[in-house]
């Protein structure tokens, strides 16, 4: 297969474990006969340093002539703390996320066998946990009205949803849930939001077309006890934009360790695959970070594209090195291994080079 990558490398660790991605996929289209041709471009806190923009037009034009996109990290501290920015280089993510109609955000939560005690969270509780979350990506508080008073004393964000954007998404969580263990669980919060309310009679409607899948409601504040007192009970979780940016990172904790989370963002005609953990200034540079968030993606990107085998060959590659202990210090404080040892490891196994494998 002949695919065109685009790279958005973006902020903080995001070149270096994106490049650990790369390697995967190069040594994938090695093995597997593929061409894979990568365009890098700049997105966020990079790209305003050197073009004044967040979303350059040079990127978004790569961006909307490629099926895939490969993502990094956005965000930069000195954005953080200055509220009267007016460019931020997380626009940039939005900006893309709207341009390229990314919609749905899926990731999929299981701990692997190695890591079951890296998660400060009780064996028994996270052992067999298997859910899928499906985030609306285009909507919500994120993206409707936002003002500032002129005294700067009083702000507000619109939520607003339409009736479209749940079906779309709807849909596909149904779908999914009928591959799977057909449970769909809603978050919201219907007995305050009113949009929350509308995500309940639009989902309601949906269920009714797939009579297998068992519908359950769920308020967000009881959601995020659940996810992490009984996680088991879920399947798929559909979940509207902010809450599902939330309840996400409280569901990374299932997996050891953020830097094991991987994500999907789905289009009608475009894709983005993201770690889930974001730039992580403090480690940026030292070879620190894991990797696996960033490779896993790059697992789901193949798959995406029906390279089911490949995609396969990264998931093992990636339990043989946590097996082997080749994994970074966030899951094993006396790992020597950095986020290139680690992205070597895995590359090497793919090509199957067996006596690099052993440090
Ligand atoms: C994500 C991130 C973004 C979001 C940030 C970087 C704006 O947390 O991709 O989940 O909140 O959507």
């Given amino acids: 297969m002949n695919l065109k990558i685009a790279v958005l490398a973006g902020d903080g660790i995001g070149p270096e474990v994106v490049l650990q991605a790369m390697k995967a996929l190069n040594a994938t289209a090695l093995m597997f006969d593929h061409e894979f041709i990568f365009e890098e471009a700049l997105i966020g806190a990079a790209a305003i340093d050197k073009t004044g923009k967040p979303l350059p037009e040079q990127t978004l034009n790569l961006c909307l002539n490629t099926e895939a996109v490969l993502f990094g990290a956005i965000g930069d501290l000195k954005y953080d703390n200055d509220p009267e920015a007016k460019i931020r280089p997380e626009q940039g993510l939005f900006q893309l996320r709207n341009a390229l109609g990314l919609f749905a955000n899926s990731k999929s939560i299981k701990p692997y066998e190695g890591l079951l005690s890296s998660s400060p969270l009780k064996k028994e509780i996270i052992e067999g946990t298997d859910f899928l979350i499906y985030r609306e990506l285009s909507g919500g508080i994120y993206f409707d009205e936002k003002t500032l008073s002129e005294d ?208």
Wanted: aromatic share 8%.
């Fill in 152 to 359: 700067g004393k009083v702000a507000t964000d619109l939520c607003k949803y339409t009736e479209e954007q749940i079906l779309r998404i709807a849909h596909l969580a149904f779908k999914a849930a009928q591959k799977r263990n057909n449970i769909v669980t809603l978050i919201d919060k219907a007995n305050v939001l009113e949009t929350s309310r509308l995500w309940r009679k639009v989902v309601t409607e949906v269920s009714k077309e797939y009579p297998s899948v068992e519908l359950n409601y769920l308020f967000v504040d009881n959601a995020a006890k659940q996810i992490v007192a009984k996680p088991k009970q879920f399947d798929v979780i559909l979940i509207e934009n902010l809450f599902g940016d939330i309840l996400s990172e409280v569901a990374s904790v299932i997996t050891g360790s953020i830097g094991m989370l991987a994500s999907s963002s789905i289009g009608a005609s475009h894709t983005l695959f993201e770690p889930v953990h974001g730039t992580f200034h403090q480690a940026k540079g030292k070879n620190i970070a894991n990797p696996f968030a960033s490779i896993l993606s790059a697992a789901l990107l193949l798959e995406h594209f029906g390279l089911v085998k490949e995609a396969k060959k990264i998931h093992e590659a990636v339990e043989k090195a946590i097996a082997l202990k080749v994994v970074t210090t966030d899951l094993n404080p006396e790992s020597k291994f950095g986020t290139n040892e680690v992205g070597d490891f895995v590359s090497n196994f793919i090509l199957n080079k067996q006596d690099l494998l052993y440090f």
